[in-house]
């Protein structure tokens, strides 16, 4: 399985390259090659499987030689280890056809675990063969940070920077950045929004001296590995529903269209997905887009769901190109024109195609919190905003087939939200007591390129 890049002009890659690369040298994305299809017999065997079986399976055919059959399964196993419940990702049933999938029982108490804690066991694996060292270097939103942070910490070849967004994640997203002690990990905190910190991210992986001084490594949610263990969770969900025999919708609280896209990519390989609901916030560029034909940036407003307070979506890159018939030349001319202009129009034909496949909603911040409310007083369970922000866009779009919302991260990670909208202030789970109480460590700089680059050099010297 070779990976190209979705701008045509960066070399192809083995699985193992493109996941410790993260952004391609062009400036694009890694995608498959190729999409493995499986038939309907080998989908109807997933059904009732324990979740790390169903990993093994679905991503096997991506991996090429990385890794044998058996440490793959190795990796897995240690992954989802220290995940709070058994079937990793539970299904739960709101209402008649309606069901809500809990991400959030990972060690950071977001979907982003899943990958990340993956990701992590893939890349010690591949770098105790080469004895390399790297750097990882993340922008997170929030959530990103703190799972690369728990996946990274205390590792012997990695240093793992975090630039979060200065004041605009949530206090227990912060602590469980800044409180980790391990020598190896460093948290920015960055004046701006989070696409300033995205963008600076990019610069650093443009900036070829740098990167290669550094070895730079991308663990966002661009970088291939995360996309793929994102496709598992469809199965498993999708199996227990009735799939193949019938197809299944989900809604997907989206911010940079790396979860949803995971499950394009699930439908791609087979599985009878109908409709993949994109559900967006105030911040609904992704919403317009499906609408207008036109993909353009607006200002970033924060919400009470702050991990989707995103406008430059960076995995839609890979749905354009799949869209524009796999044309890099025509996806690399799009990405000149958003930085260029701050949008483009959509072709006809690729508009067409997205509205095939997808269907796309929003929530005000009273819609969010209504449907928190409402949630808990007909059945007693707590959403955190963004699953809310699903939820209700969920319920907009309604069909014939069962519907599974997914709930992106536990309500205790934004309890003033959640407390706001039920009085009720959700505990963190016991495993995660003390965080209130350790002592936080963070470097304040500017959303300037050179700072950033002097203080991780500064940094990675240790
Ligand atoms: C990251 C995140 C999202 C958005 O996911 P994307 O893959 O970026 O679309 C939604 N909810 C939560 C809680 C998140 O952490």
């Not at 090659?33 to 989908?43: K, L, S, W």
């Not at 496949?357 to 911040?365: C, L, N, Q, T, Y």
Request: negative net charge; aromatic residues 8%.
């Amino acid at each position: 399985m070779r990976y190209v890049s979705t701008r045509g002009q960066a070399p192809s890659l083995s699985f193992e390259e493109a996941m410790l690369t993260g952004l391609a040298r062009d400036g694009g994305l890694y995608v498959p090659e190729t999409v493995p299809m499986f038939d309907r017999g080998q989908i109807a065997a997933m059904a009732g499987l324990p979740y790390g079986e169903v990993a093994f399976r679905v991503m096997r055919p991506f991996i090429g030689e990385a890794f044998t059959d058996d440490e793959f399964r190795e990796l897995i196993a240690k992954a989802y280890a220290g995940f709070a419940h058994p079937a990793r990702a539970p299904l739960k049933q709101l209402g008649p056809n309606h069901h809500l999938m809990e991400l959030f029982h990972g060690p950071t108490l977001a979907f982003k675990d899943f990958a990340m804690q993956l990701i992590g066991q893939l890349f010690q694996a591949s770098l105790e063969r080469s004895g390399e060292r790297i750097t990882i270097v993340g922008a997170t939103s929030g959530d990103t940070g703190s799972a690369a942070i728990e996946a990274f910490r205390g590792l012997a070849n990695v240093d793992v920077v975090i630039l979060y967004p200065h004041e605009r994640i949530s206090e227990v997203q912060r602590r469980q950045m800044t409180t980790p002690s391990e020598s190896n990990v460093h948290t920015l905190a960055v004046t701006g929004d989070f696409d300033d910190c995205q963008a600076a991210l990019k610069d650093m992986f443009n900036d070829f001296a740098f990167r290669d001084e550094v070895r730079l490594a991308g663990v966002n949610s661009i970088n291939w590995g995360r996309v793929l263990a994102q496709v598992v969770y469809y199965f498993t969900a999708a199996t227990s529903l009735g799939a193949p025999h019938r197809e299944v919708d989900f809604a997907v609280p989206t911010g940079n269209f790396g979860d949803i896209y995971a499950g394009d990519i699930a439908r791609r390989m087979g599985l009878s997905i109908g409709r993949l609901v994109i559900a967006t916030n105030r911040n609904d560029i992704l919403h317009r887009t499906l609408q207008s034909g036109e993909h353009r940036k607006s200002g970033v407003t924060p919400t009470i769901s702050p991990s989707m307070d995103i406008q430059v979506s960076s995995n839609f890159e890979r749905a354009l190109w799949d869209a524009y018939g796999r044309d890099g030349a025509a996806v690399a001319q799009l990405m000149d024109e958003l930085k260029r202009d701050g949008g483009f129009a959509v072709s006809q034909g690729a508009i067409g195609r997205l509205r095939d496949g997808f269907a796309s909603g929003r929530a005000s911040e009273d819609e969010t919190r209504e449907t928190i409310r409402r949630i808990h007083a007909e059945t007693g369970e707590l959403l955190c905003p963004h699953s809310a922000v699903g939820v209700h866009v969920a319920e907009g779009n309604m069909g014939e087939n069962p519907m599974v919302t997914l709930a992106t991260a536990h309500p205790a990670k934004f309890p003033d939200a959640v407390e706001a909208a039920t009085t009720i202030r959700p505990p963190l789970p016991t495993r995660m007591a003390g965080l209130y109480d350790r002592p936080e460590r963070v470097t304040r700089v500017d959303n300037d390129l050179a700072a950033l680059q002097s203080v991780i050099r500064e940094k990675i010297a240790r």
